[in-house]
């Protein structure tokens, strides 16, 4: 596999070698030695997965008392992947990334502890399964703007744009809770 490192300091894509022929493909999606030897050294005790139709955003989310660390991926269709650094002693705080993610590319992403994260699905339906590293506690989850100017985020142009009632009322970054 080839890991490459974001900007963010932590935040890691991961391009698995992937075995195709004319029957189809086959790639190892989780190894714990080969991610602990790319310094993914983590151990994750849930598994998340769902499937969201074209517009869809979820995020931007984090647990601030109990972080997650995430090991993302989209097994179906096509999504703009964002995460957002809100660790105040890293030099790239209130700074977000956004990547592409997709079935065709097989890329994931590990979303470190003290991130925010979300997603916008740009095809018409996307399979999303995720790692974490704690199990979600919804008491202690946060929501972040996903629009907050602070963090310019280029997020696609699909319409309509389909948000939770929850992620509507995301907080602004000079207003939400962060990390040491």
Not at 60 to 73: A, M, R, S
Not at 88 to 108: D, M
Request: aromatic share 12%; proline share 5%; net charge negative.
């Amino acid at each position: 596999m080839n890991v490459i490192a974001s900007e963010l300091s932590g935040l890691l894509i991961i391009e698995p070698k992937v075995f195709g022929d004319s029957r189809g493909f086959f790639f190892e999606g989780y190894h714990k030695e080969r991610y602990a030897a790319a310094g993914i050294d983590a151990e994750f005790v849930q598994d998340n997965y769902s499937r969201s139709c074209k517009g869809t955003l979820r995020g931007l989310h984090y647990q601030i008392t109990q972080p997650q660390g995430k090991l993302v991926q989209v097994t179906r269709g096509e999504v703009y992947d964002v995460a957002v650094d809100l660790r105040r002693s890293s030099p790239t705080f209130g700074r977000a990334v956004g990547f592409l993610l997709s079935e065709e590319n097989h890329r994931q992403l590990y979303v470190p502890p003290g991130f925010a994260h979300g997603f916008c699905v740009t095809s018409e339906i996307a399979d999303f399964a995720y790692k974490c590293t704690r199990v979600y506690n919804p008491a202690d989850e946060r929501t972040l703007r996903w629009n907050d100017p602070a963090l310019n985020i280029q997020w696609p142009q699909v319409e309509p744009r389909i948000l939770s009632a929850k992620d509507e009322r995301g907080l602004l970054l000079c207003d939400v809770e962060t990390f040491a």
